[in-house]
């Protein structure tokens, strides 16, 4: 996992964003707020990542303008389509299929439920200085860790200023 205090890897990946494919581009978010959110998951519809990504919505968290969120996951770009509006997530759901971006940030899966080269369940903080000011994995996407690696971020994003709400994580929700 990368090391809080080192300067984060940039990437350019594809995402659903409001309904629609893109390209999510880190350094644009980075640059325009004061801390970036990236919520890492092996696949989409894992229940306990879907609950931490429903409280991070639920928390408001992409409704600020110091604060982006990114959910990034080991699934497709129409995979993406379907979890994003089943789960009304309003913040971009980038597809790392290959887990290059999880590569980059040292949180690739060798092997998780019969895949492989896919993401960690993790948490990483970013700094408008593009330093990591917050990196937690769990050792298993299954794990219900309590506080849960989005509720431990908050520290970290109030430390940059942000003054975000803590979210609370249902693992037991309509996952």
Request: a negative charge; charged letters at 25%.
């Amino acid at each position: 996992m990368i090391d809080v205090g080192r300067k984060a890897p940039d990437f350019i990946a594809p995402a659903v964003a409001g309904g629609t494919a893109t390209e999510l581009e880190l350094f644009r978010l980075v640059d325009d707020c004061d801390a970036v959110a990236l919520c890492f998951a092996p696949a989409n519809f894992v229940p306990t990542c879907t609950a931490e990504f429903a409280a991070v919505r639920d928390a408001g968290w992409h409704d600020r303008g110091d604060l982006a969120v990114v959910a990034l996951t080991g699934d497709s770009l129409y995979a993406g389509f379907a979890y994003a509006d089943r789960f009304e997530l309003p913040f971009p759901v980038v597809s790392d299929f290959h887990g290059g971006v999880a590569d980059s940030y040292d949180l690739v899966a060798e092997s998780w439920e019969g895949h492989s080269q896919i993401p960690r369940r993790a948490t990483v903080v970013i700094g408008g200085d593009w330093t990591v000011r917050f990196a937690e994995a769990t050792a298993d996407a299954l794990d219900r860790p309590a506080p849960s690696p989005v509720q431990n971020a908050t520290a970290a994003l109030r430390d940059l200023g942000v003054d975000a709400d803590r979210p609370r994580v249902n693992y037991d929700g309509p996952w």
